[in-house]
Structures are given as C-alpha cells and as structure tokens.
C-alpha cells in the first residue's frame, strides 16, 4: 500500500516489462535508489517477477513485470490470498483501472459521451442464481466482441466490473431484519 509501490505497479501494468532505469524514466521524481528498493520488496512479495536478465558492462541488468497472478487473479488464487494480500491484488486492479483514465485523459481533449466512456455504480438486490445469470449474459455479449480484430472505426475498448456484496446498516446481508430490530 506504499504510494511509491504503487505507482510502480501502475508504471507495470501499463508496459509488459521494465527494467528498474525505465522505471525511472517514466517516474522520474522517484530516487533511483528508492526505486531499486521498492522493486526488491515488490519482488520479495511475490507482487513483481524477473521477465528477463541479461549482461551489461559486467552488471546483471533485470528487466521487470507484474506477477501474472496479480494481473488477472484466477477465483482459486484468491481463494488462496490472506485478507491483507486481497486488499493488495484489488489495490493492484483498481490502480490499473486509475492510469488507464489517467491515459485516457492524457490523450487529448477528452469528449467522454462522444467517446462511449462511462463509470457508475448501482446497487441492487439478487441471489446467487441472478448473480450467476447476469455474469453469464455479459460473457455472452462480450464473447461476441472479444473475437473482433482491429478494423477502421474500432477503437480498443476495456469493460471492468466490480460487483461486492453490500452489508445493510442493520448488519444483515441477506436483507432481512435481525431479530428484535425495530421496522
């Protein structure tokens, strides 16, 4: 959860790899040394992996990417993770989601309606069965889009969703009243 940690992450999950002087190329506020550090703990905690190595002037120089099970985490490997390791993978995913707009914004002069862009959030009340139909209607629907190629008019589009359960001020989660709770 450190900011500068962080900022790597999101440095990575916008190239493939890089190594620790292309990091600091793209944060250039960031001490080299600084850098180094960060990365060696990022590498430690399994967040980091070495892509490559190779030789340069003697020196062994590490080229850098994003733990493939911290880019698209499979169900079993979160299953797998300690609260604290949870809240790093969604703190991983929401970062990517954070530079993309960045990169979004950075773009040009951005007409969001113009350009399909949209964010928003609803809660609503389903069980595990309506829950299992809505993912299953938006895999169908992107089934269908995820075969396309690049052609003139498509632009390169990215649907992210975050559906979380939500717990009700009366500590139910199933929306029914506690016992004894006044109506």
Do not use: C
């Amino acid at each position: 959860m450190h900011p500068v940690r962080l900022r790597i992450v999101q440095t990575l999950l916008g190239d493939d790899a890089l190594t620790t002087h292309q990091l600091h190329e793209r944060l250039p506020d960031v001490p080299i040394a600084t850098l180094y550090r960060h990365v060696s703990h990022l590498v430690s905690h399994d967040l980091v992996e070495v892509a490559s190595a190779r030789q340069v002037r003697g020196a062994s120089e590490k080229t850098y990417r994003l733990a493939e099970a911290f880019v698209n985490p499979s169900a079993e490997e979160l299953d797998a993770l300690s609260k604290e390791e949870l809240l790093t993978a969604f703190t991983v995913f929401a970062s990517g989601l954070i530079r993309d707009f960045g990169d979004y914004l950075e773009v040009g002069d951005p007409k969001l309606h113009a350009d399909r862009v949209s964010f928003a959030q609803a809660s609503f009340w389903a069980d595990d069965d309506e829950i299992d139909a809505l993912g299953s209607t938006i895999m169908a629907a992107l089934e269908r889009l995820l075969g396309n190629g690049p052609t003139p008019g498509r632009r390169r589009r990215t649907l992210t969703t975050v559906i979380i359960p939500r717990e009700e001020a009366n500590g139910s989660q199933d929306g029914h009243q506690e016992p004894g709770a006044a109506e």
